[in-house]
DNA sequence: AACCCTAGCGCAACCGGTTGCAATGAAATA
DNA sequence: TATTTCATTGCAACCGGTTGCGCTAGGGTT
C-alpha cells in the first residue's frame, strides 16, 4: 500500500494525497474527504521512513541506557514512551551495558534514525560528547555539560535532607555507603552530605551499585560506631539492612539506613525503605519534551525525602 | 553526509560506495580501502532508512509490552535489545498501559518502519491479532496463536512443580491466590496446581497482579486454614507476606508462600521468595530471534521452581 | 470588459540509498 | 591471434514520500 496506490484509486495526483495527509488545509474538503475514505479502505498509512528522507524529521528517539533491567530506569523510560507517543513520536531503547564504547556505538547508529537522542548518566568523558553533540541533538540526563540540554535530579539536596533527617532524629555519627569511584553522582553526594552540620560523616568506600557490595559493606557499618547509614542507592540500602541482620545489628532499631532513588524493590522491602525518591518519571518526559522542542535548557529537578521505617531516633534517645 | 559526498571525495560513483558497505566484495580491494577511508575521514554512516526504502528491511524491531515499569519486563526487553543489538538490529519499545486499543494502535504505526514486532502477553482478540498478522510479520510472547510463531512459557508446569514442592514439604491444604478474571495464565495456573496429587487446592480471587491485591487476599488466606499458598504473581505473593505479617502470621514459620515470575523484588525480599522463575530473557531472546529468521514456530520454555526462604515444612511436621 | 487573486491541483525534482544491466578492459582459453 | 570469461565500475531507474513551482478556473475589483 503506497501512496500511488491511493492516488490511482482516487483518481488525484499523488502530490495531493501526500497533502492531504500532511498539510491538509491545502486541499479541498471534498477530495480531501474521498482520500481518506480510499486510504482507510486501503489501510494506507504514511511511510514514516519515506518521509524522513525528504522532511529530515524521523520522529524518532533514541533513548540510552546503562541497564534497563536497572530498576532505577524502568519509570524513566515508560515515562519517556509515553510521552513521545503523545506526541507522535516513537521510542528506540538501548542498553550499554555500562560500557563508553558501546554507548557512543549507539548514539552514532542512532544519529540518522532519530531526530534525537536522550542520554541517561553517561559515562562518555566530556570531549566525546562534545563530539556527538555535533552528529545528533541530544539530551543529557543526570549529566551537565555546557551547551547541551540537561536534565538534572538535585541529588545533592536530597542527600543532604537525608542527612538532615537523620540530624534531626538525633544521630550524630552517620556513614556514607558511597558509590563508584569515578561516579559523579557519587561526589555530588559526598559533598553535599559532609555540608550537614551537627553530623559526623565517616565515608565507606567506594562500592559497586549493588546490592552485593551492600552486603559486604555491613562489616566495615557495623565497625564504624555510627547509628545512622546514608546509601549511595537503594540496592546498596536493602543490601546493607540484609548484612546487617547477618551480624545481628537490626534496622531502624540499631541503624537507622537511608537510601536514594526510591526504586521499587525499596519500596517492597521490609523495613520499607526511607529514600530519596528520584524523580525519574519527570526527568524521561521532560527529556523528550526538550528534545521535540529542541531547547537547549538546562533543569534540575527537586528530590524528596520519603520517609518510611528503616528510619528512627538512635537507640539511646528512644 | 550522504553517500554522494564519499563518492565525490573518492572519485567513484555512488554505486561503488554503496557497494563497499553492503557488497564489499564486488568491489576491488583497493578502491574498497579508499572508500572506507574516505568514509572514515567524512564520519560518513549509511543511511538506514533510505536504505530500508529500496532493499524493505529496516533492521527494526518492534517490542510491545503492557507495562515497561512492571518488574517482570525489563529482563526481556534487556535481553531482546541485547540480541537485537548484537545482529544490527534496532529496537522500538513501547508500553500499551494494558490497552488493547493502544496496541493495536501501535502494530500498526510500527508496521512500516519495522521488520516485525514482538507483542508480549498481548490482551487483542485472536480476530484481531490475526488481521495484523496480515499487515506485519509478529511473534507472540505468552500467548499462543495458530499460524503465529509463538515463545511460551510454561507456568502449567511451573505451577505444577510449586505444589507440589509444597506437598513434598508435607503441606496437604495449599491455597491458590488468583489472578484476574479474565487472564489466560491465571487459568493455566489454576488448572495445573489443582492436578496434583494429594493435595486440596483452595482457590482465593479473582485478585489484580498487585501487591496491595495481595495484602488484601491475606485475610482470606488466614481464615483459609491452609498451611501452604501459590500466589498467581510475585508482586502478589510480597503483598500477601506483608498483609499475613500484618495479622501475626509469619513466613514461612506458620504459612508457607510461593510466587511466580521470579523478579527482582521478590529476590530481595526478607524473607526471599520461593518462586517459580519465567525464562524472560530467554523468551526475549528467542523471540528476537525467531522474528530475525522469520520462523514460524511455536516454542514453549521450561519454568523452574527457585527455592528460598518462604517455604518451609508446615508447623506440625517440623 | 479587462485584470488580479486565490484555491486547488498536477508536475517533476529530490531525499539517500540499492541494484539490474551494460560497458570496459585484462586475463584466460581455444 | 581470435574469442571467452570475469572482475570491476558506471549508469539510471527505483523505493515512498514531499514540496516548490506553475497552470487553470472561478470570483471579485474597478
Redesign the pocket.
Known sequence: ????DVARAS??????V??T???PH???????ARVLAVAEELG????RA??A???GRTHNIGLIVADIANPFFPPLIKAAQSSARERDYHLFVADTDEDPAVEEELVLAFS?QVDGVILCSPRLSNKALDKLAERVPFVLVNRRLRGVATVLMDVAQGARSAVEHLAALGHRRVALVSGPAGSWTSGEIKQAAAEVPGVELVVIGPNAPTEQAGIRAAAAVAEAGVTGVLAYNDLVAIGLIEGLAERGVSVPEDVSVVGIDDIVPGRLNRPKLTTVAMPTADAGRLAVELLIQSVTASTTLETKLVVRESTAPPKGLT
Chains 1, 2 share one sequence.
Open positions: 500500500m503506497t501512496i500511488r483518481g488525484v495526483h499523488v502530490s495531493t501526500s497533502r495527509f500532511s498539510a491545502l486541499v479541498n474538503a471534498e477530495t480531501r494506507y498509512r504514511p511511510n519515506a518521509r528522507l525528504t522532511t540518522k
